[in-house]
């Protein structure tokens, strides 16, 4: 009998990490897959920053670290935000933690109260949805269209305020779509947001560097939005740093000692090598990691130059991340090698069968009409890979 609680038998799982953990068990089989399903960029974490590791060991770095970080740390993360987003910040504004995603979590947390909804514009990163769930809260989805780059106008934005409505959460470049929200579309955000003082921004902004035309803002770089808005980044992306799992937020100060006061009764302070590590890697300038940002650049066309070659595959220009989020609707209906497909998770199923590439449904993003590709692969891959879904849709 199942004896499990309510809230983990609703819980969905993570589909990128189900996508990646089914990639491995098929490799096992000895199937030659290729993983464009998880978001992890395919460069080793740079020299320097496993040096600092390194050096971290040596000096006996093995106890537990303040629960919302080394001083050093949180030193490193303001001058990082000031120097790369013009934000001010100070030491009891910062807390790191396990990831961007435990700070998410912590966010929903401290901030969400039964019932209370939360904004998404679709396509959102597919865990926002169930971290808001088992938080109580409610995601209240928008959906957003290709024609407008999959962005949230203001006048959607007022559309879907209730009096219910807490917070906003979005990511910028946006994982999926690889949307870059400008200035001036924040602050047309903003504008409707002054109408209701007591909702709250998330403002992911973990994919800050991996963006192809500049211009990167911070929603809290505004004055009016700054005590309202929590600047979630981290080291996974940018730095090739996934598996090391450090995240961290600048907040208001009293959403900061709450999410230090969750961190402090469910993991403690994060990983303390992993801090070490990333002093150095912050402190750094971000010309240290353009190497891959450039790479995935020459990836991003060549993505998009092989699958404008594949009828029915509709994508928007994604300006940064490293993810294409075409429109496959036009298989919808069709059966091929005699396999229908109904929607984007059948088509996705498919790839991986026929093609032997692993994708994510853009159903966990809130699409259902797209699905997600990660070009954080080599370039031979992603070839390789979308001759093989060419030739399996022929
Ligand atoms: N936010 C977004 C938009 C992401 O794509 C991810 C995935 N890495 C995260 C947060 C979580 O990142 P982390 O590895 O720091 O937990
Ligand atoms: N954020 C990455 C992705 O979207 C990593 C997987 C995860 O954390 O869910 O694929």
Redesign the pocket.
Known sequence: MNQLSDRINNLATSA?LAMAAKARELRAEGKDIIGLSL??PDFDTPDFIKDAAIEAVNQNYNSYTPVDGYVELKEAIITKFKRDNNLSYTLPQIVVS???????YNIASVMLNEGDEVILPCPY?V?YSDIIKLNDGVPVEVKTSIENDFKMTAAQLEAAITPKTKMIWY?SP??PSGSVYSKEELRALADVLQKHPNIYVVS?E??EHINFKGGHFSMAEFEDMYDRTVT?N????AFAM?GW???YIGAPDWIARACNKIQGQVTSGANCIAQRAVITALEAPASCVKYMVDEFKVRRKLILDLLSEIEGFKSNEPEG?FYVFPNISAYFGKTIKGKTINNASDFSLFLLEEALVATVTGEAFGNPDCIRISYAASQEQITEAIKRIKAALS
């Open positions: 990128t978001g992890e396990t990831g961007a995603k435990q700070a998410l990163w865990s990511s946006c994982n992911d973990i994919y979630i981290g080291v996974s992306k996934t799992r450090i995240g991340a």
